[in-house]
């Protein structure tokens, strides 16, 4: 799928979804949203665990006497389980396993290269129970070659995909994603501008400037033609801009954001996707 001013690929058409595994309650949520979605893309569906205890030690087991036994077999067993709720949850889907040796920000994100989608959970077994987002999740969906979903909510039930923009080239290619999200799960697409808010003190804008605000004119011609897509642009007037999407996104499927805007040369993840990985409730997709 190309965008119709010659901008790349939003999703890469036939690869399959990728999804990482390490027995955690949110990476089992990781696993059930992404065999659904696997299933409604008819594309294979990988399920990864990451094994970095060979960095650590030679003793991987199995313990003398005891069959499947020591770390190299938890791991096995890990994998299994994550390979077992996806075909439980999809049984006519394709899926594969996988067990890399590596940390997991290292793994998946090579692993990226092979994939149209990146799945993972907020936080693995190692993150503090404190934290909205883990280190892994942060670092992915600054690094990995491919949209990266990150699942909260395994079976979200709002009708909406939100997609923010802000005329910059990663938002962009936030529309295709987004379009293409909205198409695969049978859902409606709702085009976001968050603007600042007037000086006179409205804090609402008016039919006139949303239909003739340029950054959603330039986001709305990317969309074209498409068969069966239901669209809708909004302009929304706020002080703060992540802050305004994270309250938006609780009326959404999912939110999709351009990993920076306009005025962040140099640096891989902006701050509003930042803020929004963190305080959103529900799931969230970053392109780059």
């Not at 027995?23 to 065999?35: E, F, I, M, N, P």
Request: aromatic fraction near 2%.
């Amino acid at each position: 799928m190309t965008s119709g001013r010659g901008g790349t690929a939003g999703m890469r058409e036939g690869k399959p979804v990728m999804v990482g595994y390490d027995g955690s309650d949110g990476s089992k949520r990781a696993v059930l949203w992404a065999s659904r979605y696997a299933g409604a893309a008819q594309v294979p569906l990988v399920v990864v665990h990451a094994f970095i205890w060979p960095y650590f030690t030679d003793r991987l087991g199995p313990v003398a006497g005891v069959e499947d036994s020591g770390l190299r077999g938890d791991a096995h067993r890990i994998l299994a389980e994550g390979l077992d709720l996806a075909r439980r949850s999809e049984p006519d889907l394709e899926v594969h396993d996988r067990m890399v040796t590596g940390a997991p920000t290292g793994v998946l994100t090579t692993l990226s290269n092979e994939a149209s989608l990146l799945v993972t959970g907020t936080r693995g077994l190692g993150g503090f129970s404190g934290l909205l987002i883990g280190s892994v999740s942060l670092h992915l969906v600054s690094t990995a070659s491919c949209p990266v979903m990150v699942v909260r909510d395994a079976r979200p039930t709002h009708d909406t995909v939100l997609v923010a923009v802000d005329g910059s080239p990663e938002s962009d290619r936030a529309v295709m994603v987004a379009t293409e999200l909205a198409r695969i799960l049978h859902k409606s697409l709702r085009l976001l501008h968050v603007g600042a808010p007037h000086r006179d003190g409205v804090a609402e804008a008016s039919s006139r400037e949303v239909e003739q605000d340029p950054i959603l004119e330039q986001a709305s011609a990317l969309l074209g033609e498409r068969a069966g897509l239901t669209a809708t642009r909004d302009l929304v007037l706020a002080a703060s801009v992540p802050g305004r999407i994270v309250e938006e996104t609780e009326k959404a499927a999912c939110v999709v954001l351009g990993a920076k805007g306009g005025n962040t040369l140099g640096i891989r993840l902006g701050s509003t996707v930042h803020a929004v990985l963190h305080h959103a409730g529900g799931n969230v997709v970053v392109v780059r």
